[in-house]
Each structure stands twice: as C-alpha cells, then as structure tokens.
C-alpha cells in the first residue's frame, strides 16, 4: 500500500524514478524549482523515451509566492512547407488524414527546449542558478550508460511493433533484434546523450538557431519531412497568462489554447455546481463524467490555434456559464455520448522547492514513440502532434502552415484559499481532464488522502492508448452495485481486466500547506515515484 509521502524542504514527482531522483538531487544543491524541473524533463526524455523526448512539446506552468501563475506555451506550430495541397500530392485527402507515423507525421516543430529556456530565464531573477551541464548531467549518463527498459516500453513496443518497426531510426534505436526489449534489459541512448551534451555548450536556443537545428532540419527533409531549418529559427516558445476557473474555496489554473485545458477548469466548474456531497457513490461519478461531457463539447467548438480562435475560451468559465451548462445535467442519466476523442501519450511532473516556488510541467511525443523516426545524427525521436490536423478546409483544426495545433497536454495549479498550493496532473490524452477532475475532487472536496486520491480506482469517458471503445471504461476496483447503477442511468460501461490500468493515466500531485509541509504522491500505474528532502 502507498502512503502519502511528506517533506519540508523540497519535494519531487514523476512517472518514473530516475526523473525524481535527478530533480531531487538538483534541489540538494540549492537549485530551484524550475531548475529541478529541467533536470527532470531531460532525464525522462531518456528514461521514458515512448511517452516523452525532446522532439515534443511542453507545457509549464509555475508558481511563485505572492505573484500570479507563469505560464510557458512550448508546443510548435506546423512547417511552412505543410499544406493540404502538400500532402494531396503525396495521395492523402480528407478522408484518410495525415499519416499517423513516419516522416510526413512529424509535420510540427518541437517546442519543448525552448520551454525549457524561458524557464530557466524566469528563475535567473530568483537568484544564484547552476550551470545547464549540471541540469543536464543525469541525462546524459543515463543516456551513455543505459537505463532499465519499463515494463510499459517493453508492452507499447511490442503493441505498436507492426507500425513503427519499420520507421526510420526506430529498430536500431528502441529495439533488439528486431524483437521488443526484455524489461529491465539496458537501452543505451549515445547519440541522445551526445545531443543533450552539445546543448550544455551551445546552448538550448542552438536547437532553433543553431548547430543542432541545422542537424535536425537536414535529416527531417532527408526523411522526406515538410520541416525545413527555417521552421526552427522562426520558433520561440512564449510565456502566456493561464485561463483560471473560481470554486468556492479555490483558484485552478491551467493552459490557455491551443491545449484543452478549457476542459479541466470547465469540469470542476461544472462539477462543483451539482451539489454532489459524498465521494466515490453514483452521484461523484456520474456527476464528473457527465460535467466532462459539457467539457468537451465546448472545446470542441473552441480550442484551436490562439490565433485563430472562434470564441474566447474565458467565456465558458465565467459562474453564469458554468451555471448554465451544470443545469443542463442529468443527475440521474447519461447525455448518449457518440464521441471521437483524441489519443495521446505524455509525461507530467511536478516540483516544489524550499521557497515555496512550484512547477506542475507536461511533456510529449503524442502517441507512443510519436511519430517513430529517430533522427540519424542526433539521436532524437520526433512527435507526431500534427497529426491532430484535419485536411478537411472546413474543420475547425484544419491545416495551415505555421499553425498551432490542438494540444491535449494541460497541467494544472489550485491555490486555496487557506494558503495551500497544488499541483497535479497526468498523462493520458482525452484522459488528462477527468482524471485531474478525479484526483481534485477527491482531495479537495471530499477530504481524502493524497496519495489515496491518486489510488483509488479511476475511469475513462472516450479512447486513449489505442483503444477503439469511446464508452466509460472503469478499472475493476469499482463496487458491483455502483457499476449496475451506472449502466441503469444509460452509461455505457466496459469493466477492464486490470485493477490499475495503464488506460487511466499516470498523475501525480504534490500539495504545499502554509507551514511550509509538502505531500506528495504518484501514480502506481506507472513507474514513477515522489522523492524529497
């Protein structure tokens, strides 16, 4: 059984324990917060290279005491040279869609170095900061010396093998043989390792405006990419002010578009306006999956390219909307849910340094192993988060060059009123909402534990990880008599195989209270861990 893990002087969480560990140690040395982070998201780029790498995208969100949240948007748009007519000549339309793998996947920038970087900018006015080598040291000698393949590497390789066995860069680099790795056997990542190396020289911008941009540019159009080095050198992450939602004892924060973080910040507010008083019964789960619905309906018709939106997201978190959509809740059946959601894979993590400074953080390749090419003289595996574009001219994510594209990536911060702060999230695409709605109600209405809070059993509206089924799945945790009750209110309920499914994401959180206790928790889904000092 996990327990809560507690701490005063700095806390880390992650979905694998090596990340936790490197953060840790970054905040032994007197590092901050974001500085952890940054030593966190390099190692599990190497750690747990078929959820995340440095070929995605990022997104932070960090605070400080006494100032409002920071939000960094490091998610990268479409290549210039990307066009619906582009990929018509290469003999896709509308119908079929952009390739789900290989080269003409990998359509969109990778952001997430440039995240990095305005982060670490934000913390150079906090102080004395530690040099990027020393940020960067636990990546690079997990990426020479090899990591222990996880058991969930090991069974989303041999899942996908038939997609991605034969991309380029992908056998040579995640597989043995042309088999799947044992768990536990050693992945050795050198050219990675030789890349992230370079970066404590260079630089983290010399990935958009330098040595390494030119690398990477030359082998993704070798590949027969649409990204050309151009495409790097007009890249900038950017700081941004996150959407907020009011509940009735605190603030939640989270990203703005492109992400669906909308979505998170609607359910709660939604769900906090049902009434429900008693965790873990019908109504606490009916009432959250039927708020995610209201959710989700309003980003579909809303969240897109910042630039381009058709309605401003803030105006579906405002009381008389939230007021407006719980009314038309059902408390005692199901809306029919005939839903195509997105897939997704991703890493969340968190970190809470001794000054009270607090990063929840996200970072992907999309789907696992993202696009599956490696790229042959860096190392780098890239995302394939473009092909969340539409070829149809008349979809609201239709593709354009130098588009954002729709991110489902979207990490979440509560400050309450009693002075606690909260960071929490998850991986796991159309997943990352309800669970997030899970794990704060669970805590912060109904007074459970933490790491309970993370524990307890969990459900899914929709399809993430490859599965077809767009009902409510739940883990097989879930009294019987609450199952029943669920499918008589017209939900269509699929009870899993696992007790903890990989299905359900892996969360995490870490709570600060005014006294300056830190609690801590990880998902046991995953291989992940909470370390502090």
Not at 402 to 417: G, I, K, V, W
Not at 470 to 481: D, I, M, S, Y
Request: charged share 20%; net charge negative; no cysteine.
């Amino acid at each position: 059984m996990q327990h809560t893990t507690r701490a005063y002087g700095g806390m880390t969480v992650a979905p694998h324990h090596l990340a936790a560990q490197a953060g840790r140690d970054i905040l032994r040395e007197g590092g901050n917060a974001v500085e952890a982070m940054v030593a966190m998201a390099s190692t599990i780029a190497v750690a747990y290279p078929h959820m995340n790498g440095i070929g995605g995208d990022g997104f932070w969100l960090i605070h400080e005491p006494g100032k409002p949240p920071l939000a960094i948007d490091a998610s990268g748009p479409a290549a210039g040279l990307a066009t619906r007519t582009f990929y018509a000549e290469q003999g896709y339309d509308a119908a079929q869609g952009i390739p789900t793998r290989g080269p003409l996947a990998a359509l969109t920038v990778a952001g997430t170095l440039g995240g990095w970087q305005v982060a670490l900018d934000q913390a150079a006015a906090w102080g004395p900061t530690l040099p990027l080598s020393r940020l960067l040291e636990a990546a690079i000698g997990h990426g020479r010396e090899g990591v222990a393949v996880s058991d969930s590497q090991t069974t989303l390789t041999a899942k996908h093998l038939a997609a991605l066995g034969a991309t380029p860069g992908f056998a040579e680099t995640y597989l043995d043989a042309g088999q799947p790795p044992a768990t536990g056997s050693r992945l050795r990542q050198s050219r990675l390792a030789d890349t992230l190396e370079h970066l404590t020289r260079a630089g983290l911008d010399d990935a958009y405006r330098g040595e390494l941009a030119a690398s990477m540019a030359a082998d993704l159009e070798a590949l027969g990419s649409p990204l050309r080095r151009d495409d790097f050198n007009r890249y900038h992450a950017r700081a941004v002010t996150p959407l907020e939602v009011r509940l009735k004892d605190a603030r939640v924060f989270n990203l703005p578009p492109p992400t669906q973080g909308l979505a998170t910040l609607m359910t709660l507010g939604v769900f906090e306006r049902l009434g429900v008083s008693e965790g873990e019964g019908f109504a606490h789960l009916h009432g959250l999956v039927e708020a995610t619905k209201r959710a989700f309906m309003a980003r579909d018709t809303t969240v897109t390219d910042p630039g381009r939106l058709p309605k401003d997201p803030t105006s579906w978190l405002t009381p008389e909307a939230l007021d407006r959509e719980a009314a038309r809740v059902d408390a005692e059946r199901a809306l029919p849910w005939p839903y195509e959601p997105a897939e997704g894979d991703t890493i969340w993590m968190a970190t809470a340094d001794h000054q009270g400074r607090m990063v929840s953080f996200i970072q992907s390749v999309y789907w696992e192993f993202g696009s599956g090419i490696v790229l042959p003289q860096s190392g780098v595996m890239w995302q394939n988060r473009g092909i969340s574009f539409s070829l149809d001219p008349q979809a609201l994510q239709t593709l354009e060059p130098y588009r954002q594209p729709f991110h489902t990536l979207n990490p979440s911060l509560a400050r309450f009123d009693d002075g606690r702060v909260m960071s929490f999230g998850t991986m796991g695409g159309e997943g990352q909402p309800q669970t997030q709605a899970a794990i704060y109600s669970r805590y912060a209405h109904f007074g459970e534990d933490l790491q309970q809070a993370i524990s307890a059993p969990r459900w899914l509206l929709g399809r993430t990880w490859g599965e077809a089924s767009t009902g409510l799945k739940l883990e097989n945790r879930f009294p019987a008599p609450l199952v029943e009750a669920l499918k008589a209110a017209g939900h269509d309920v699929t009870v899993l195989n696992e007790a903890f499914s990989d299905t359900m994401g892996h969360a995490g959180a870490i709570v600060r209270h005014p006294d300056g206790l830190l609690e801590g928790a990880h998902d046991p889904r995953s291989d992940g861990g909470a370390a502090s000092l």
